[in-house]
């Protein structure tokens, strides 16, 4: 492997991570101020009271919740799950549409993402399917982004499953 495939590949990995982090950190933000207080305080009041008793959330605890305080906190669940998926996808997808194929994260080590036959930005069809699969892998199928980006690295051109599918490439500029 040449050196300048591992700095790309290297780069790559370290601006998912950054652009993976600002994501959770801006949906963590949007469930604290916003969604939980707003919408699931009833599952925010089971929490709270399992841990003022010393109880970790378990199913000896779940068996002894009533009806209604389970389906609080299977409802605040899901919010937490869906909040964080949806959050990581619109990132990905805004700033890699509205930035011409560029995240922050990206952008701190001048990678790109263009079309692999034209060299120019990815329409924004493809720009969602490869965010919805980057995100799926991420957030529901979490196994599959080990093989997602392995993908990546035994190929001789560095792209990864949602590249392929999406006909994408990510250059430095």
Known sequence: MKIESRRR????VIAYLLDVTLAVMCAMVLLKLWILPRYHGAGLQVLRSAQVSGFRLSAEV????????????????????????????????????????????????????????????????????RSAI???CLTLFFPFLFVNFLIGLFRRDR?????LIAHSWVIRY
């Open 134 to 136: 980057s995100t799926t």
């Open 159 to 163: 792209r990864c499953l949602h590249d």
């Open 9 to 12: 590949t290297f780069a790559r």
């Open 62 to 129: 779940l068996v002894n919740l009533s009806e209604g305080q389970r389906i609080a906190l299977f409802k605040l669940i899901g919010a937490f799950q869906w909040v964080i998926m949806s959050t990581i996808f619109l990132y990905f997808f805004l700033s890699e549409t509205l930035a011409g194929g560029s995240s922050l994260g990206k952008r701190v080590f001048r990678l790109r993402i263009v079309n692999v036959q034209s060299a120019e930005p990815i329409s924004i069809f493809r720009t969602c399917m």
